[in-house]
C-alpha cells in the first residue's frame, strides 16, 4: 500500500506530469478570469482559503514530508542541512499564501456586502508607535533570535571536502536559491537561462507598478479587484520560481537526472539525452538534401519562427482581444508587457518541445554562440 | 492611569541627569513622553510617531521588512566576527573554516551566519509577497519598490559570493557553474553572442583574459583571485551598497505616506 | 564676453568633464584586469608518444594540469577537460566509451565531440607538438575549436 503510494508519488512528479498537472490547475486555484471563477466557486477551491483548506493543505504538506523522511531515499535528501531552508520556504510560502488569499476573500466579502475592507479603520484610528508597535518588533526580534539560535546549535553548518577543482562533484549544484535558474539551464543555453532571463525578471518586477494600471486595491488585501495581476505574478512566484527550486533540489540527482523523490539517487540511471535542432528536423529528416553551409540559411526556419513568436502575437492580441488594454497602456508599455509575458511563456514552450520531440534548438549557431 | 506621577526606582532614573542627557524625556509614561521619545531617538524616528491601526497588525506587514532587516544587522555582526579569524587564500581559507567550530568556545558563530543568510533570502522574498499582495506597489511606492527589487537581487548576491568562502568543493563548483553563465553575457562574455564581432582585424577584443567574467574571477578559472574578490565583495562592497539602499528605502517608505492605507 | 564665445568655452568645459569622467571609468574597469596573472604555466612535456597505451584516454594530466591525452593509431590529440556547457570537469566512462558531465549531463565522444545533454559544442583540443628532446609538448594556451574548423590545423594533432 505504502509502496503503491510512493510509486505513484514517483510518477506524478516527473516533471512532464507534475508541471502539466500545476499548469492546468492553477487557474482554477487563482481564477484569472470569471469563467475560472465560476469553476472555482463550482468545484470548492475557494474552500482552501478558510481555516479548514489551510489545515488540509498543512496536513497534506507534513503528510508528505513525513513519508519522504521516514523514506531511504528521500530521508537521505530532506536530512541534509542544506535543504532545511527548503522545507522551511515551502511551508512558509505555503502559509502566507494561505493568509493573504483568506485575508483577500474575506475583504472581498465584505465589500461585496458594502462594508469597509478589515484593513480600514478609518483616517482617525491612529495608535502610538510606542508602546503599540515597538513591543511587536521587539517580539518578533526575540522570536527570530530564538529560532536561528535553535537552528544553529541544531544543526553544524556544512563543510565538504576541501576544493578540489579536477573532481566535480555529482551532481553539482548552485545554491538552492538559484536552483530555478540551473533548472532552465536545462532547456536553455546559458546567456538565456542565466543571463537575459534573470535580467528580464529584475526588469519585469521593477516595471511592474508602471505597467500595472489598476489603481484598486492598494493598502488592503484583495483578490477579486485585482485577479489577473495576482494571477500572473503568482504563476511566476510559485510554479516558475518555488516550484522548479523544489524540483532542483529534490528531484535532480546525479548527472542531472530527474528522479522521483523515493528513487535511489543512482550514477548509474541512464536517461538518453540524444536532442535534435529545429534545423537538422527541417533539412535532413524532412527536406532530406543536408545541412546548407551558411549557418542563416540553415536556421532561417528557427530565425523566421522565432520572429514570428515575438512579433505577430501582440499586433494580433492588440486588435483583438486586449484593444482596451492598449488604448490604456499606450504603446510602449503595452509592448513591454507583451513582451515580457511572451519571453515568461517561452520557458515552458522550450520544456514542452523538449519532453515531446526531444528539441534540442530552435535557432542553433554555435559558430557565434547563439543558440536558443 | 498612566499619566499619574510615579516614584521608584524606574522614574528616578528617567529623572536623572545622564537619562535626560541621552533621551531628553523621561521614562515614556505620559502620551507625550512617548511621542517625544519617538520623535528625539535617531533609531525609533525611523517610525512616525503615530500609525493607522491595521499598520502595525502582524496580520498587515507580517514584520517582514522589519525582520529583513533584523537579519541584516545579525548577518553584519556574526560576519564581523567571522573575519577575525578567516584568511581570504586558497592556502588557508578551507582550514580557518575548519577551525572555527573547535577552536572557538561556542563555535556557533559560522552557523548563525549561514543559516540567518538562508532566513534573510526567504524574508525578503516573503516581505515582497506581501507588499505585492496588499498592492503596497502602487503609486506613489512605485520607486520604492524598484528599489526594493534592486535590493532582492543584492541579498542574493552577497549570499552567492559568501558561498565560495568556505572553498570547499560545494563552493568551487556552485561559483564555477556561477560563473560561467557570465561567460555567455552577449557581447561582453567570450564565448556570448555577438563577442566575436567585437574584434579589431584579429584581435579578439572579447576575451578569455578581458570579458566579464575575468572581471569576476580575476584569474581564468575559480582560484586565488576569485577568492580575494568574493571576499572583498562579500564583506565591504555589496554591504556599502545595500546599506545605502535600506537608508532610501526606509525614507521612502515614510515619504510615500508611511505604511499602505486602504484608499 | 560675448554670447557666442561663453558658449564656445561652455561646450568645451562640458567636453573636458564628459572626457575625464569617462576617462576615470574607463580607468576604474581597466583596473580590474591585472597585467601579470598567477597562474601555473601554459605548456609542458608529458612524456615520449610511446608512453600512451593505444586507444586509451590518458588520465594522467587530468588533476594537474587540466587535460586528457588521447593516442589513436594516426596520432595524438590533447582534449580540455572543461565542459563546454559551463566549466564543470566530465569524467571518463571506460565502459560507455563516453566523457559524461556530472553536472548538467552532457555526453562527449572520445574524440570530443558532444552528443548528448545541454553542451552546445565539442570538447577543446590544445595545441600538441613534439619538442625537440622527442617528448609531446602541450600548449594550453593554443586552443583549437571543432565547430570553428580549427581540428584541422596541424598543430590540433601530432601525427607519430
Ligand atoms: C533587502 C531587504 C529589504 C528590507 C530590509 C526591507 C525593509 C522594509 C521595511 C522595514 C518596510 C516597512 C514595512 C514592512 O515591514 O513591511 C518596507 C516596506 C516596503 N518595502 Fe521593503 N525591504 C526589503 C526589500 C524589499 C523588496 C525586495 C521589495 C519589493 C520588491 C520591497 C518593497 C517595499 C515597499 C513597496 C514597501 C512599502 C510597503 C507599504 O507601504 O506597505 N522591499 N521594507
Ligand atoms: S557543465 Fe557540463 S553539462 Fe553543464
Redesign the interface.
Known sequence: MLDGIKAFLDILSKPQISFTLIIFIFPFVIPPTMWFEKWHRKLGLHLLWTRKGGLYMFAFITIILLLGFFDENFGKILGKP?N??II??IY??FF?LW??MS??YKNDERMARGE??????G?D??????????Y??MI??IL??V???V???G?????????????????????W??LGL?EM??YF???L????FPTLI?VG??A???V?D?????????FAN?RAS?FI?LFG?LTLWVFLIVVGTFFRG????FFGPFEEWSVAKV?????VNLSEYVWVKMLRIGLPSHPLVREVVGIVIVVLYFGLPPVILARGKLRGLVERLGATRYALVIFLALSMMALPIKMYLRWTINLKYII?I??????I | MADKKKTGLLASIGDSQIWKSIFRTGVPVTRRQRMMGVLNSVFLHLHPVRLPKHAVKLKYTWCMGGLSFFLFLVLTISGILLMFYYRPTVEYAYTDIMDLSEQVPLGIMREIHRWGAHAMVIAVWLHMFRVFMTGSYKPPREFNWAVGVIMLFLTLLLSFTGYLLPWDQLAIWAITVGANMARATPFLGHEGPGASLLAIGDINLVSMTSDIRFALLGGRFVGEGALLRFYVLHCVGLPFIIAILMAVHFWRVRKDGGISTPV | MKRRKFITWLSVGWLAFAGATGGFFTMIIRFLFPNVLFEPPQSFKVGFPSDFQLNQVDERFKQSQAVWLVRTAEGMYALSTVCTHLGCTPNWLITDNKFKCPCHGSGFRKSGINFEGPAPRPLERYRIVLAEDGQVLVDKSVKFQYEKGQWDSPEAFLTT
Not at chain 1, 484610528?125 to 515597538?134: A, F, I, N, Q, Y
Not at chain 1, 553544524?156 to 545554491?175: F, G, Q, R, Y
Not at chain 1, 537561462?193 to 537575459?196: D, F, H, K, L, R
Not at chain 1, 546525479?254 to 537526472?257: D, G, L, Q, T
Request: avoid cysteine; aromatic fraction near 14%.
Open positions: 542544506d532545511v531552508p522551511i520556504l512558509s510560502v502566507f493568509l493573504s485575508s483577500a469597509k475592507v478589515e484593513e480600514d479603520y483616517p484610528e491612529k495608535v502610538l508607535v510606542w508602546p503599540d508597535l515597538v511587536i518588533e518578533a526580534l527570530m533570535t529560532f536561528l539560535l537552528w544553529s546549535i544543526l553544524p553548518a556544512p563543510l565538504e571536502e576541501a576544493a578540489n577543482p579536477s573532481l566535480s562533484p555529482n551532481p553539482a549544484k548552485a545554491p536559491y538559484f540551473q539551464l536545462v543555453d546559458p546567456w537561462a542565466g543571463v537575459i529584475i518586477l521593477m511592474l507598478p508602471y500595472d489598476n489603481p484598486k486595491a492598494s493598502g488592503y488585501y484583495s485585482r495576482i505574478f512566484f546525479p548527472n542531472w537526472n536517461v538518453p539525452l540524444t536532442n542553433a554555435p559558430e557565434s554562440f547563439f543558440n
